[in-house]
């Protein structure tokens, strides 16, 4: 009864009122009108990459919101593809198709096929099942779609939620209407494994009777690690060799408000200091904003980097898909994000042995937690504390260097889940 209320009420009432919102934002938010661009002629594409399905393999699809979440489930499709599953990604966010986009990028050769989740309507859901027609559907992280979910129960479709994250808070859990709907989202789902046990509780407490709630910990520590150890490292310009690197790295605007000063006095106090700006979002209009703050001081865009010359200090990254690689260089790293929805990934600069910070909110990040936990990493709250951790650690390279070296050991140690989650996602799959 309790779902039936609610497949009723997102149907009817909250999911045209979404639908309704989304198309009228996208007359001033240029993300989403792109996310809605992108997804024209989806269904042309999805039908010619299934066409090319082996029907005598189990066909596992994973959901993932961002391009955050694929690394979560990278190790996955990888491990699941060598055990005989052919694999297909969708996504949520125009960031994930940005990011998957790039150049070069290898991380989508085992994907049979990979695009935007169309609507959420119960027409297209029943439509990409039917094109589909998958083993398993592997949501990673959060993004839970609910129609796709209850028809895909419905139509008795095993399903699996991976690296389960709850936020402290979240509405998901934090109330009794929030605890409701979930409840009938979660109790579709074969397995929930967690990032943590903190996760499992929460997700527990929506769905006390569920009888596979179980601690997995984060398969982002195992892609980390496998794309470390093949990492591209980008060549930087000679007048960062011997230097002192720090990489601000994923900023957004109220990052930089924060850290920008710190570091234009840094630079004018330390010679021996080399800054990698990374944005978020490399827009021109970003892009501008960070060459007038610093003018005065010498900077090369990344895409002009064969230009620099021997006095450049600040090396400013106007392409995406490259920043794990320049983690490598770096002895420091701010990590961003923390000031606006939560800290992005923090275990790229920690993997690499950089000594890391970021903003306050970051209760999205189990990772961050636990090295704030263990004192191997700093929240930033404001100007100052950035700046008394900034200098603390450039007067102490030693200093520096073994919170590095700590942070590159915490991450080798969490390695392992994507080995404990493989054999349920690939068990009794025909």
């Given amino acids: 009864m309790t779902s039936r209320f609610w497949y009723l009420l997102y149907n009817l009432i909250f999911l045209p009122l979404l639908l309704a919102t989304t ?15 992108k997804r024209e002629g989806l269904w042309v594409r999805l039908e010619e990459a299934v066409s090319k399905r082996d029907w005598q393999k189990p066909l596992l699809w994973f959901h993932v919101a961002s391009a955050g979440e694929f690394l979560q489930a ?94 402290a808070g979240s509405h998901r859990t934090a109330n009794l209407v929030g605890r409701s709907f979930y409840h009938s989202l979660y109790t579709c789902l074969e397995h929930i494994l967690t990032v943590s046990e903190a996760d499992r509780r929460r997700i527990l407490s929506a769905i006390p009777e569920h009888p596979q709630v179980d601690v997995m910990g984060d398969t982002r520590c195992d892609s980390v690690l496998e794309r470390r150890d093949v ?10 060799k011997d230097r002192f690197v720090f990489v601000a790295g994923s900023t957004w605007p109220p ?6 000063s710190v570091l234009k006095e840094a630079l004018n106090k330390y010679p021996e200091l080399f800054l990698i700006l990374a944005p978020h979002e490399p827009t021109e209009e970003h892009l501008k904003n960070a060459e007038i703050f610093f003018s005065g001081t010498s900077m090369v865009r990344w895409s002009q980097v064969s230009t620099a010359t021997s006095e450049v200090r600040i090396l400013l990254i106007d ?19 923390a000031f606006t929805t939560g800290v992005h990934n923090i275990l790229e600069p920690a993997s690499l042995g950089a000594t890391v910070a970021f903003g306050p909110k970051h209760d999205n990040s189990m990772e961050a937690l636990q090295m704030l936990e263990q004192k191997l990493a700093t929240v930033i709250k ?8 900034f200098f603390a650690l450039l007067n102490d390279h030693e200093r520096c260097v073994q919170l590095g070296g700590q942070s590159r050991a915490f991450v080798e140690t969490q390695a392992g889940a994507a080995d404990i989650c493989t054999p349920l996602l690939v068990a009794d799959l025909s």
């Fill in 231 to 240: 990492l591209e490292i980008p060549e930087l310009p000679p007048a960062a």
């Fill in 255 to 260: 990052d930089e408000a924060c850290i920008f």
């Fill in 23 to 37: 198309k009228l934002l996208a007359t001033c938010k240029p993300k989403i009108r792109e996310s809605i661009e």
């Fill in 319 to 337: 392409s995406v898909g490259i920043l794990a690689g320049l983690y490598h260089s770096a002895k420091m790293a701010y990590v961003g994000g």
């Fill in 74 to 167: 990278q190790p996955l499709i990888v491990r699941c593809t060598a055990e005989g599953a052919e694999c297909v990604l969708t996504f949520s966010s125009i960031n994930a198709f940005r990011w998957l986009q790039r150049p070069g990028q290898t991380e989508t050769q085992n994907l049979l096929a990979i695009d935007f989740l169309p609507v959420d309507k119960i027409s297209n859901v029943r439509r990409l099942l039917g094109l589909m027609q998958p083993s398993r559907l592997v949501w990673v992280s959060y993004d839970l779609w609910p129609n796709l979910v209850w028809e895909s129960h419905r139509q008795g479709i095993p399903q699996s939620l991976i690296s389960g994250i709850v936020h």
């Fill in 382 to 389: 404001n100007s100052t504390e950035f700046r008394n951790w």
